[in-house]
Structures are given as structure tokens and as C-alpha cells.
């Protein structure tokens, strides 16, 4: 199985002097063709993990999610057939998108000191009748090692 990631480049924006006043990550664009035909995200919200915490692991069966570091670093974690799969996000390591197909246990580790943002577009969308967060083994991961 292949783990799609993409990375989100910055761009300076500038105000009407010319002048550089911050910038913009763009992370899902519907022209990209990133996502597979029918995944595109059909909610986006906003997950925090507190300072070197774990997020998970767990696992869905029906959503597939799409997760960006948008704010500090984190690295994700799959257990995939061939093993696990780290990949880093954030504002270290080009704010890099990765989707988490249905079916494949993940854990979202914070590798800083302050909170890290991170956007999660899964599709279909979240509801309060949707019974499919599962939880997963990863004793086997060392989580003291990023």
C-alpha cells in the first residue's frame, strides 16, 4: 500500500507597500488532483496536541483522513502491511499533507515544546451516529524516539 503525501509550499504575502506581512500555506486545492476520484475532504477541522503527547493510535474502517502540522511539528505514524511509517509535518518539514486511508491504524505524536495544530480532512464527514474509531496496538513502536 502507498501513502500518499504531498508538500505544501509557503509563500510570502506582502501588503500594498510591497512589504512582507506573513504568508500562506495553501493545503487543499481542488484542482491539485492530490486526493483519489470520490475522497476529496468532505469536513476539515482543527486537532491540538499538547506538548510531546500522543494522539491515538486508532483506526477507522469507513473515514479516510488527511492530516497537515500547520502550527509547530508533528510526524504520524502508520502501521501499514510492510510495518510502520513515519512521516513528519509542519513548520519544519513543508507543512506536508499525508492521507491515512480507511483501515490503517495511526497515531499523531508532537515532537515540540508548545502545542501543535494540526488540520485533519477526512471524508465522508463526521457524525454523531458514525460508530468508527477503533483503537490500535503499537507496543511495539517506540514513541521516545522521533
Known amino acids: 500500500m502507498t501513502i500518499a503525501t504531498k508538500v505544501n509550499?509557503?509563500?510570502?504575502?506582502?501588503?500594498?507597500?510591497?512589504q512582507t506581512n506573513g504568508f500562506l500555506v495553501p493545503i487543499?486545492?481542488?484542482?491539485?488532483d492530490f486526493f483519489p476520484a470520490g475522497m476529496a475532504p468532505q469536513q476539515v477541522y482543527l486537532t491540538v496536541i499538547s506538548p510531546r503527547q500522543i494522539k491515538g493510535p486508532h483506526l477507522h474502517f469507513i473515514r479516510t483522513g488527511c492530516f497537515t502540522c500547520i502550527k509547530?511539528?508533528?510526524?504520524?505514524?502508520?502501521?501499514?502491511?510492510s510495518g510502520y511509517q513515519v512521516f513528519?509535518?509542519?513548520?519544519?518539514?513543508?507543512?506536508?499533507?499525508v492521507i491515512v486511508p480507511s483501515g490503517v491504524?495511526?497515531?499523531?505524536?508532537?515532537?515540540g515544546e508548545d502545542e501543535a495544530y494540526v488540520l485533519n480532512m477526512p471524508t465522508p464527514a463526521w457524525t454523531p451516529t458514525m460508530s468508527d474509531e477503533h483503537t490500535a496496538d503499537f507496543s511495539d513502536f517506540d514513541f521516545s524516539a522521533p
Open 28 to 32: 487543499y486545492n481542488v484542482h491539485d
Open 105 to 111: 491504524p495511526a497515531a499523531l505524536q508532537n515532537l
Open 72 to 81: 509547530g511539528n508533528a510526524h504520524f505514524i502508520l502501521k501499514t502491511e
Open 9 to 18: 509550499k509557503k509563500f510570502a504575502t506582502k501588503n500594498h507597500q510591497g
Open 88 to 97: 513528519y509535518s509542519g513548520e519544519d518539514h513543508e507543512f506536508r499533507s
